[in-house]
């Protein structure tokens, strides 16, 4: 079974930056799709950012211009640079992985990591 571990969360002030990384423990690591998702206590995690088996990428509007998200087939690591954050980027923050796109898109996965706490005050 994959597993995914996310690091890199913080404390910061709003306009600040953080970069979150993802662990992925897998031999197939080139062939997944993947996803960063958030979720504050209370609301449904959501995707933010998603990248494709062969690079494709897309955002969710609100991080769209602020968030990059990249990945390293060396290190099995998938990375999330997030730039000018605000206080409403607040959330623990998880990343997934699957070598079908739309089970990454509806995040209907089996597990999840334990994520990471991004917490920006204004």
């Known amino acids: 079974q994959v597993q995914f571990v996310e690091s890199g969360g913080g404390l910061v002030q709003a306009g600040e930056s953080l970069t979150l990384s993802c662990a992925v423990s897998t031999s197939t690591f080139d062939n997944l799709a993947y996803g960063w998702f958030r979720q504050i206590p209370g609301n449904q995690r959501e995707m933010v950012a998603f990248i494709s088996s062969g690079g494709t990428i897309h955002y969710k509007e609100s991080v769209a211009g602020r968030f990059t998200i990249s990945k390293d087939g060396g290190k099995n690591t998938v990375y999330l640079q997030m730039d000018t954050l605000k206080p409403e980027d607040t959330a623990v923050y998880y990343c997934?992985?699957?070598?079908?796109?739309?089970?990454?898109?509806?995040?209907?996965?089996?597990?999840w990591g334990p994520g990471t706490q991004v917490t920006v005050s204004s």
């Open positions: 997934n992985g699957d070598f079908l796109i739309a089970t990454v898109f509806s995040g209907d996965f089996a597990s």
